[in-house]
């Protein structure tokens, strides 16, 4: 390396610095900063009325999340809750991925991309409307569902039937976007395999199981993996939908519950670490195994 | 070259970023023009926005060397921000369920010396009382060492309401003689637990059906005034540490559950209340629960007729006695106001100034805080927001009862007298009031819909629940009162 | 079953069809209408009950369609703030979430694309770790990280006081970059050609002006697709919004949640309807002016990494 290439790379070392310093800057603070913080909260007691701080029980949180009865209790309901309406991610899968194959189908030509775009549109909805929309829909006294069955179910008191109308309100929602996905990857194997598909003799549903999903497989671990992580932040579902009914509480709204409603962040920061660990497994889990049974060229 | 841009984008969103702080700073300044700037913070319905504005434009008024500057927030957020604002405003809204952390960890002013004992003398017991604390002890109410934190706003006493139009069309319906169903209705005779049962029953015969678009009678019960009225509560009366799931307890919650899965007079679908006041004035209740509040948005209403009779009780238990739940806010002023004489005064003027009273007594927003003004209350001569040149009496009819609520055991007004009786009606804060923080209730609330409660006929499963719930409350409140009281 | 098989692969070069295609065809397109149906009711009552009076929206009687098309949910609308409903007009939300749209996408896109094209084309040491760094914050939840933001952003002032800087809890931290958004980058700069850059600094021009000049213009649909979704993200968030703001400075899903709040006991559907609706117009708009984008960057996300 000459003199000048030498100066050169170092200027380019010192520019390339430069330009990642602003999302290193912004991650630091943003997000390593209020991790740590996180955990500092969680070995403290911090009254938020008195504004104190006491570390003199430093586990007292960690203990009473998941011992003591008073906490711990919404606690594991908040996880088995968040967990139960993952339930919704492979429902809403396989109907994503249903329409998918019926739009890709030779037999459906005309409108097909009038219905891709139909079917997208909850995508493109907020939350906070869906959540007003299907909350009304579901209201046990004036919604839609119990005036026209002429029923008294109770949608939002029942913690069973709260889960089924939100897991269907979120296949609802989820179906457009995985169908948007599957689409994209169907239109990405190659025709050849079709072909000497038909040269077998194999029939369609054949060649959608023996071809197309065992392609599939890289979009749908995306799918997966970007639905379960945004499944376990849930928030509005429990906040909106549900108005902190005990069968809609999740692990979020009970961070907001304590965190920020009732004043016990110390608590609340510990439910917060336990969260975020929870999704680092659950990512890198993924990631790990993903190469077994995803098929990759 | 890149470093300047790059310093330049840096700098630029910096400034950015100090020149918002700055402007988030300027409340500071206390005097403007010579006049004192008092901050008020408060939450309430549209109408009650539109009531707090005029109040302050009376007093800004009556005192032209004040400017109030009001805030209001939503009522389920105010918490909240109140929580995350480090300067707390000068005068606020303060609910009696948050009440006992905020003077514990001595945000609010005491405010003893800034009143005499004849001021204090002419408000209601039950409302002043309920503000006093006592920071040594850590107790509740009017005991010697407790001070005064806070001007009560009003007080709420929330009691059953039925809708006169589909009443008496559900007395016809089902071919009851009215005059037995109406005295039934009696503001100085609560039914018995049975009685309101059974009434319930008669007026919905008709109702065959099971579902959302058939009437009932009730849309939900106040778990609290119900309680209450079974002569049972959350904890013991005295020293409120010990839990109360006792026999009148669980008779309570038996009674509630079963006016749904038994008798069928109560949708078994929200126990929340949350569509309460869409059922009662759409018609498909006959009764619901309402505070004196609601007046307000009810004569909004002109075809709604309406009135109130006291809570049932429950006459398998010898001491239960038809009791209310009271729910009251408070003003409180900020221990670290710059401008505590202004801030007091005018939070003074809000709880007991006579305009102030008269003003909101007129528009249906609450029963006056002044004892002396309740025969006002209960006549129908004054200048009453709902009066018309057709219509000249004032709903609810009944509204001493709200009065007889509000007194407690006591008969300073002689309704009981009058009738020759004694006075079985009385009143009671709502329980949350008692507690540092609502942890040990959300979690009973969620137990019962968590263990189906809701849905059960059998009285032996409900006491089961509820039994397999004592040593769980009993927790929750030792926790609660450890950390509190140390 | 493989005679159909090939006529269904191959229809499209023959002119007639057997029964059984139109059979199939016939039921392929029931299901897709039926879906389509479920799909577009919510939107259809949500429209419909808009109209209503809260009486019709309410009653015992179900009705599809209002007795008379009422207007005055979305008159209401307009004057929030004067019926004192909510504390921000419906304009003022929308115009305060795209003052967050306007100042974070900018700035925090050419963040993005910069420090991509530092991580794709610069040599830059310790590449692997920083890059690591910098991912692994997309694990962790903006829930954990919420309570010490709060905080940090309170002890400054940004929460809880009456003028605009209570917008900056939400303006700020997008002024650093979107770390989603930069890996995305990198991905899609990986395939431009070294040679550009090259001939750049043969030119002797600057890494900024490379950069502004070569990469941006050949990563624009790459750019196109993440501020559409950037776009989409801001304008639907709720729960920071809901956190942080207050009165004048609300957001239009916070304004929206608050109809609802604010009127928990005395609900006003239609109201709750009309915002909604109103609130959902305008990305149904965009999505369908720009439905290719969507479909197309959803796909360009989806396919690899």
Known sequence: MTKSNRKLYTKEKRTAFAFITLPLIGFSVFTLFSLVAVLVFSFADYNTYRETFDFSKPFQNFVNLFTNDTYSNAFFRSIGNTVLLLIGIPIGMVAGLFVAALLQSKAVKKGSKVFQVLYYLPAVTSAVAVNLVFRYIFNPSYGLINRLFDADIPWFSNEWLIKIAIILKNTWSSMGGTMILYIAGMLAIPQSYYESADVDGASPLRKFFSITFPLLTPTTFYIIITSVIGGLQSYADAQIFGAGAAGSQTIVWFIWNYGINQGKQGLASAASLVLAVFIMIVTVIQFRYSNKWVYED | MKFKKLAAMMLSSLMLVSACALTACDNGENVTDGKTKVSFWYWGSSAEVSVYNQLINTYMDLND????????????????????????????????????????????????????????????????????????????????????????????????????????????????????????????????????????????????????????????????????????????????????????????????????????????????????????????????????????????????????????????????????????????????????????????WLCMGSECQNMTMYLGQQVPNIKSLASAYISDEGDWVCKTATNTKVLPESRSLFVDIMDGDSDTFGFWAAAGKTDVISGRTRALYYTYGSTWKDNFTDYLATQHVWDMKSADDIRAKLEAYRTNLQHDLDGMYSYWRG | MSELTKKLTVNHVKRKYSAKDIIIKVVLYAVLVIIAFFTLFPYVWMLLTSFKTNAEATSVELKLFPEVFKFDSYVKLTQLKELQISDASFLRAMLNTLIIEVTVIPIGT??????????????????????????????????????????????????????????????????????????????????????????????????????????????????????????????????????????????????????????????????????????????????????????QSLALTGIKE
Not at chain 2, 149 to 155: E, N, Q, S, V
Not at chain 3, 189 to 207: C, F, H, V, Y
């Open chain 3, 110 to 295: 050419f963040v993005a694309a910069l420090a991509a094209f530092s991580f794709a084309k610069m040599r830059l040491p310790h590449k692997r770790f920083f890059l690591l760094f910098l991912m692994s914050g997309m694990m962790v939840p903006y829930a954990a990280v919420l309570l010490p933001q709060y905080r940090a952003f309170s002890a400054i002032g940004w929460v809880g006081n009456e003028g605009f800087s209570q917008m900056l809890p939400l303006i700020i931290p997008g002024f650093f970059g979107n770390v989603g958004m930069m890996f995305f980058f990198i991905q899609y700069m990986k395939s431009t050609p070294n040679a550009l850059i090259e001939a750049g600094r043969i030119d002797g021009a600057s890494w900024m002006k490379i950069f502004i000049r070569i990469i941006i213009p050949v990563i624009v649909p790459a750019i196109a697709a993440q501020v559409i979704f950037w776009f989409l993200g801001i304008w639907n968030d709720f729960f920071a919004p809901s956190i942080y703001l207050s009165r004048d400075w609300l957001t239009l899903q916070a304004l929206i949640s608050q109809l609802n709040d604010s009127l928990a006991r005395r609900a006003d559907i239609p109201l709750v309807m009309a915002g909604s609706t109103l609130g959902s117009i305008p990305m149904i708009v965009i999505y369908v002016f720009f439905q290719r984008y969507f479909i």
């Open chain 2, 65 to 348: 060397d004040v400017v109030i500057v009001p805030t209001h927030y939503e009522s389920t957020t105010y918490m909240t921000k109140f929580q995350s604002e480090k300067t707390k405003p000068d005068v606020f809204f303060m609910p009696d369920t948050d009440f006992v952390q905020w003077a514990d960890a001595g945000t609010m002013l005491p405010l003893d010396s800034y009143v005499t004992a004849s001021e204090i003398g002419g408000l209601w017991e039950t409302g002043i009382n309920e503000y006093y604390y006592n920071m040594d002890a850590k107790t509740l109410g009017k005991s010697s060492g407790a001070k005064l934190y806070g001007f009560p706003k009003d007080l709420g006493p929330v009691t059953l309401a039925y809708n006169k139009t589909v009443l008496d069309r559900q007395i016809a319906a089902n071919k009851l003689n009215s005059a037995d169903v109406y005295a039934k209705l009696n503001k100085l005779q609560p039914m018995t637990w049975d009685e309101f049962a059974q009434l319930c029953k008669d007026l919905t015969a008709d109702q065959n059906t099971s579902g959302a678009n058939r009437l009932y009678a009730i849309p939900y019960c106040e778990m609290d005034a119900m309680l209450y009225s079974g002569g049972a509560d959350y904890f013991d009366k005295n020293d409120r540490t010990k839990q109360g799931i006792d026999e009148a307890f669980i008779q309570a919650i038996t009674y509630i559950v079963q006016l749904a899965t038994v008798h069928g007079v109560m949708p078994d679908s929200d126990h929340s209340g949350d569509n309460a006041y869409t059922l009662f004035e759409n018609g498909k209740t006959i009764f619901t629960w309402i505070g004196p509040w609601d007046n307000a948005d009810f004569w909004a209403n002109p075809d709604l007729k309406y009135d109130i009779i006291p809570v049932p009780y429950n006459s398998n238990i010898a001491h239960a006695k038809s009791t209310s739940m009271i729910g009251s806010m408070c003003y409180g002023v900020s221990a670290r106001s710059n401008v505590k004489e202004e801030a007091v005064k005018f939070a003074k």
